[in-house]
């Protein structure tokens, strides 16, 4: 019998691509990983945590501290060794406009602290005197942070190749003043490289409000600079009594440990509205085109979770164009319109979404709003 | 037989499924009539004059044959083949623009992405069969080759194990098992994979008929291994761990052509193109009030190049390397870098090495990874 031992060869070195296509980088899981480390620096003898990890470290030397925040409320723990560094700045990028900073409890000592200038509207400065040695905790949010009460905000993705044109987006968001501020599914950049996560944090300037964001397969490249300049892919934070969960579903997929916290905060979340926001939705609203998971069985898993955890509403990116629809009884939307090249034949073209929020009744209101 | 909370139905269809594959193999335990299949005979034909050799011109197939398609085959002194060879890669290729260029210019509107995503895979079929004919024809001497068998066995089973493995779930050994039963151009294909310690099992029926092809028994024997099945199928699969249910209906419309019908020097090979749609109903264990369940419609689309094993006078089986446009089996999706738009792709093998016995060898890489191996038994394939 022959089989042809050139054909089986080559069979086998085909069989061997396919497995190493399929084995090789699970780049969600790296993510994840890295995403334990946002939050965190140790220096001048001071151990910094912010918690959840809800803002990126983008300098830490000796007396000098620069965070961007990823949520507008943010947690800080500091342990203050003997001999430490004393007078500290406190500098926060794309923090609440109203935020300030104050210490909480009674911990091992006291610090004080005093609102320097605010450099922009969403760029805060802060000096610090801490005890030493202590453990302090600090607490950097709105007044009205914890009331159940009604709010709106913004969400808006897939800027990219439309960064250029971006500030008449933010433009439109800022003629708004309700908007608290903007949730992001990401496509921030076109390539994710530093440069353009660089650019794109300098056209937020323009904005009153900050802009948090999970990441999109754009931004996702290898080694992706992401937590450096935004923080983690995925968070989940609370706002008005309000749960946000922001999901990193930029390959298609979502890594283990990132399903694990998902499970975590929506039992978390108790009774609160729930809202998730993730780049690539679990499955494309228009079917045949198939723009989501690439398994429909981890679909099924995400969408089974969220269903069983009681979210309100789901925000997607990814398609740029403007979906409205549901995913097992969820309503969901689809809102890919920063500004990358769009879905043609829908008659949308650049938008953004507000959504009124009511703590004591969920979602009130998701309206579409035009740019172009 | 007892089914236990834990295993499910698991235990005693496996149980069956054994049973199965052992009375198929003693009801075809006859003795063989001796008699061969019916197969044109295959003496050993020179290579034409003034070619170069098989492996010079093989490598040519590869580069630059993969962009000027049936270079191999003109290397070899075949004129006409390489041309039928090129023919096909450049309506593979403008197919392929057909449906690429107006799916990107229109930001894959939701209108047409689906036709045309289905328009390129075609292209992918056709230009494939041009470059892998091209390989083929000039790797594989005709003597070395393949024949189809031009008749389906009534009855074949198969018991297999697969590994996947896939970053999202924790599960990585399944059970495989399944019948064929044919009659005329009728076929019944009840198949199930279970979970092997988790609650994870996918159980799918099909019905399909076959137009014309290799049937089984009381039809004639096929004039070659080219067929045409339409398919109606419909899956359960129960992700017990995770609380979801996802059942599946389906039409399938699947289409083999046997390559010496294209192209006499390319006998032993064979070119397959299906295309289909799906509808998904998703449901969950214990949601929420108010949510629970929700439809979502499935894109079908299979294209594979195969050569057929065994020798012209003792057909033994198949290889073929697909690519499968469908997401919602194990293999599912590619996702990174691809972002889970492609389906997967992988090796899928038979071969039979007795009359009744053989084994399956598979191996597919999407959103998982999937390998195995199945032992196959079948009654006697008249001739």
Redesign the interface.
Same mark, same amino acid.
Do not use: C, I, K, N
């Given at each position: 019998m022959s089989v042809g031992p050139v054909a089986a060869g080559r069979a086998l070195g085909l069989a061997g691509a396919l497995l190493a296509l399929a084995g090789c980088a699970d780049r969600a899981s790296e993510r994840a990983a890295r995403d334990l480390e946002v939050g965190r620096a140790e220096v001048g003898g001071v151990r910094f945590e912010v918690q959840g990890g809800l803002a990126a470290v983008r300098r830490a030397v000796a007396g000098e501290i620069e965070l961007w925040a990823g949520a507008p409320v943010l947690d800080i723990a500091a342990q203050v060794d003997a001999g430490a560094v004393r007078s500290w700045t406190i500098e926060v990028r794309n923090a609440m406009p109203d935020a300030r900073l104050q210490p909480l409890g009674a911990a091992t000592g006291a610090a004080a602290v005093a609102s320097g200038a605010a450099l922009l509207a969403t760029r805060r400065r802060f000096a610090l005197e801490l005890p030493a040695p202590a453990s302090v905790r600090l607490r950097l949010a709105p007044e009205d942070a914890d009331r159940s009460e009604p709010f709106r905000f913004a969400f808006v993705s897939d800027i990219q190749t439309g960064i250029d044109r971006f500030s008449e987006v933010l433009a439109r968001i800022g003629a708004d003043p309700a908007v608290r501020f903007v949730l992001s599914a990401g496509d921030l950049t076109q390539r994710g490289t530093s440069e353009q996560m660089e650019r794109f944090q300098r056209e937020l300037e323009s904005l009153g409000v900050p802009y948090f964001s999970t990441l999109g397969n754009h931004d996702a490249s290898d080694d992706t600079p992401w937590h450096r300049f935004f923080g983690r892919c995925s968070a989940s934070f609370a706002f008005h009594q309000v749960q946000f969960t922001l999901l990193d579903t930029a390959d298609a997929t979502v890594a283990p440990l990132a399903y694990d916290w998902l499970e975590g905060w929506l039992r978390e979340a108790g009774g609160r509205p729930q809202l998730f926001v993730a780049h690539v939705p679990p499955l494309d609203p228009a079917g045949l085109r198939g723009a989501g998971f690439g398994s429909r069985a981890e679909a099924g898993k995400l969408l089974g979770m969220l269903a069983r955890g009681g979210v309100d509403l789901t925000l997607y990116g990814h398609i740029h164009g403007y979906y409205s629809f549901e995913n097992v009884g969820i309503p969901a939307f689809v809102s890919g319109g920063g500004g990358a090249f769009e879905e043609k034949l829908d008659g949308v073209g650049r938008h953004f979404l507000l959504v009124d929020v009511d703590p004591d009744r969920g979602v009130s209101a998701v309206r579409r709003v035009d740019v172009d | 037989m007892c089914c236990s909370p834990r295993s499910g139905p698991r235990r005693p269809v496996l149980l069956l499924g054994a049973a199965a594959v052992l009375a198929v193999r003693l009801a075809g335990a006859e003795p063989s009539s001796g008699a061969p299949p019916v197969a044109p005979a295959t003496a050993a034909i020179p290579d034409p004059p003034g070619g170069l050799p098989r492996p010079a011109a093989?490598a040519l197939a590869f580069v630059p044959g993969l962009l000027v398609g049936g270079s191999g085959h003109f290397a070899l002194g075949l004129r006409p083949t390489a041309y039928r060879l090129f023919a096909l890669q450049g309506v593979g290729t403008g197919l392929i623009l057909a449906g690429v260029v107006p799916l990107v210019?229109?930001?894959?509107?939701?209108?047409?992405?689906?036709?045309l995503?289905l328009t390129a895979i075609s292209g992918v079929a056709v230009a494939s069969t041009g470059w892998l004919g091209d390989?083929?024809g000039t790797?594989?001497p005709p003597?070395?080759?393949?024949a189809p068998e031009r008749r389906a066995p009534p009855i074949e089973a198969e018991l297999g194990y697969r590994y996947m493995?896939?970053?999202?779930? @924790?599960y990585r050994s399944f059970a495989v098992n399944g019948f064929d039963l044919r009659h005329g151009g009728l076929r019944l294909q009840p198949s199930a994979w279970f979970a092997l310690g988790d609650r994870n099992s996918r159980l799918r029926g099909l019905a399909a008929y076959r137009y014309f092809g290799p049937r089984a028994p009381p039809a004639a024997p096929a004039r070659d291994g080219s067929f045409l099945d339409l398919q109606l199928a419909l899956t359960r #699969?129960r992700?017990g761990s995770?609380?979801?249910e996802?059942l599946t209906g389906e039409v399938f419309a699947d289409g083999r052509l046997d390559l010496a019908r294209y192209d006499a020097e390319l006998r032993g090979a064979f070119s397959q193109l299906g295309f289909g749609l799906g509808l998904?109903r998703?449901?969950? !264990?214990?949601?929420? @009030?108010?949510?629970?369940?929700?439809y979502?419609?499935? @894109?079908l689309a299979r294209c594979g190049f195969g050569?057929y094993?065994?020798?012209a006078a003792?057909p033994?089986g198949e290889?073929m390397?697909y690519y499968n #446009?469908r997401? !919602?089996d194990?293999a599912?999706?590619?996702?990174? @870098?691809l972002?889970?738009?492609p389906g997967h792709?992988?090796?899928d093998?038979r071969?039979y090495l007795t009359e009744e016995l053989g084994v399956r060898l598979e191996?597919?890489?999407?959103?998982?990874?999937v390998?195995g191996a199945s032992l196959l038994v079948r009654s006697e394939v008249e001739p």
């Open positions: - | 093989a210019a229109s930001g894959a509107a939701r209108e047409a992405a689906g036709p995503a390989v083929f790797a594989v003597a070395a080759r393949g493995r896939q970053a999202a779930f @924790p #699969h992700l995770e609380g979801v996802v998904q998703f449901a969950v !264990d214990d949601p929420a @009030p108010g949510l629970g369940s929700g979502a419609v499935l @894109p050569v094993l065994g020798r003792a033994r290889l390397l #446009h997401h !919602d194990y599912g999706g590619m996702t990174s @870098p972002v889970g738009l792709g992988g090796l093998g071969l191996l597919a890489a999407g959103a998982a990874w390998a």
